[in-house]
Nanobody
Framework: QVQLVESGGGLVQPGGSLRLSCAAS????????MGWHRQTPGKQRELVAR????????EYADSVKGRFTISRDNAESMVYLQMNSLKPEDTAVYYC???????WGQGTQVTVSS
């Protein structure tokens, strides 16, 4: 059974930082690209960042380039999203997924507000 479990969301002030974590099980993690997506009410889920199975290929949405960093630890089956210089428009539910979008986590809320 595949499980992706996100953690690390919360309330942060504009300009602050958060680090999201996603723990994967039930997949051969080292063979799976991974991604982070986000969704706000009334909008489509959008890709934030994704990373290939060995980390050699990384992509970011234009809106987060230079502020967010995706990384992974294949030994621990973890993928991370370091979010710096957060803005109110980054407020969303953030989801972890496999590269092929076959599996998703339950999401973690990130709220950026003063």
């Amino acid at each position: 059974q595949v499980q992706l479990v996100e953690s690390g969301g919360g309330l942060v002030q504009p300009g602050g930082s958060l680090r999201l974590s996603c723990a994967a099980s039930g997949i051969i993690f080292s063979r799976s690209g991974m991604g982070w997506h986000r969704q706000t009410p009334g909008k489509q889920r959008e890709l934030v960042a994704r990373i290939s199975n060995r980390g050699g290929n990384i992509e970011y949405a234009d809106s987060v380039k230079g502020r967010f960093t995706i990384s992974r630890d294949n030994a621990e089956s973890m993928v991370y999203l370091q979010m710096n210089s957060l803005k109110p428009e980054d407020t969303a539910v953030y989801y972890c997924s496999t590269w092929d979008l076959a599996y998703w986590g339950q999401g973690t809320q990130v709220t950026v507000s003063s």
